[in-house]
C-alpha cells in the first residue's frame, strides 16, 4: 500500500528494532543465555520474535512465561532482568544487521534537509552503542530511548519529546516503523504513521495496521516523505 502523505513533512521519526536493524539475533542469543542460566529451557528465536516490542522487561517477562501474554513471578522477573542486561551487554551488535534501502532511505531524507530522530523502547546504554556500532549515528540529531522518559511507546510522550527536540510540532512530522506500537503511538500524537512490512510487530500481521502507507524499505517510505515536499 503506498499513498500521498497528507503533509508537507518538517521532520521524521523512526523505529529502531525491526525498522532500521534486525536485532533479533542478539535479543534471542541474550534470551537463551538468561534462560540457561537460571536452569530453562531454551526458546526458538522464532518465538523470541513475537515477544520483542514493549522494552526489555516484557521481553524478559514473555521469554520466563513462554507466551507473549503470559505472567511470571514477580521475584523471578527481578532475579532475571540483571542477568538479561548482563547478556545482553555481551552481544549487543554482534549478530545484528542493517535492513536493505535502510542507508539508501537515511541518505535520501537528510538530502532533503530533514531532522531526524531515532525513537525506540530499548534502553539507552545499548541503543547509543549499537547505533555507533552500525554506523547510523550520524544520521539522527536526537535519540528517544526507552528510559528517556517514564513512558514508552505506545504512548505518544517519546514522539512529543523527540518534537521538541527536533523544534517541529507534532503535525509536522511523520513516525516510521514496523509494529502497534509505532501506528498507536503516531495516532496519539497526532501524525501519520508509514510501517515497513518486514518487521516485527509482536507477532501479528502488520497490514492490519491503521497506518498512512505501508512500504518494503525505508527507501520507499522515504520516497513518499519526499515527494509530499
Given at each position: ?7 508537507r ?10 525498522t532500521?536493524?534486525?536485532t ?5 542469543a ?5 534462560l540457561?542460566?537460571?536452569g ?6 522464532s518465538?523470541?520474535?513475537?515477544f520483542?516490542?514493549?522494552g ?5 517477562e514473555?521469554a ?10 514477580a521475584?523471578?522477573?527481578a532475579r532475571?532482568l540483571p ?12 549478530y545484528?544487521?542493517i ?9 535520501r531524507l537528510?538530502s532533503?534537509g530533514?531532522?531526524l530522530?531515532c525513537v525506540t ?11 555507533e556500532m552500525v554506523?547510523?549515528?550520524?544520521y ?16 505518544p510522550?517519546?514522539?512529543?519529546h ?6 517541529v510540532?507534532?503535525?509536522e512530522?511523520v513516525m ?6 509505532d501506528a498507536?503511538?503516531a495516532?496519539?500524537a497526532?501524525c501519520?504513521v508509514?510501517?515497513?512490512t518486514?518487521?516485527y510487530?509482536?507477532g501479528?500481521d ?7 502507507a ?7 517510505a ?5 515527494n509530499?515536499?
Amino acid at each position: 500500500m503506498t499513498a500521498a502523505l497528507p503533509l508537507r513533512a518538517k521532520a521524521v521519526l523512526i523505529d529502531l528494532d525491526g525498522t532500521l536493524l534486525d536485532t533479533i539475533p542478539d535479543l534471542a542469543a541474550a534470551t537463551n543465555m538468561m534462560l540457561t542460566e537460571l536452569g530453562r529451557a531454551a526458546l526458538e528465536t522464532s518465538v523470541i520474535r513475537t515477544f520483542v516490542g514493549k522494552g526489555i522487561r516484557n521481553l524478559v517477562e514473555r521469554a520466563l512465561a513462554g507466551r507473549i501474554d503470559g505472567k511470571a513471578d514477580a521475584e523471578l522477573v527481578a532475579r532475571a532482568l540483571p542477568v538479561f542486561e548482563r547478556c545482553y551487554s555481551e552481544v549487543n551488535g554482534r549478530y545484528t544487521t542493517i535492513y536493505p534501502g535502510v542507508k539508501e532511505g537515511l541518505e535520501r531524507l537528510r538530502s532533503h534537509g530533514l531532522p531526524l530522530a531515532c525513537v525506540t523502547n530499548k534502553s539507552t546504554r545499548y541503543t547509543l552503542p549499537l547505533l555507533e556500532m552500525v554506523g547510523l549515528a550520524s544520521y539522527f540529531k536526537a535519540v528517544v530511548a526507552g528510559d528517556t522518559l517514564p513512558l514508552k511507546k505506545p504512548d505518544p510522550a517519546p514522539l512529543l519529546h523527540a518534537c521538541e527536540a527536533l523544534g517541529v510540532a507534532p503535525r509536522e512530522m511523520v513516525m516510521i516503523g514496523d509494529s502497534v506500537n509505532d501506528a498507536q503511538a503516531a495516532r496519539a500524537a497526532g501524525c501519520p504513521v508509514i510501517c515497513v512490512t518486514y518487521g516485527y510487530n509482536e507477532g501479528m500481521d502488520v497490514r492490519a495496521l491503521e497506518t498512512d502507507a505501508l512500504v518494503d524499505t525505508l527507501d520507499e517510505a522515504a520516497r513518499l516523505v519526499c515527494n509530499a515536499r
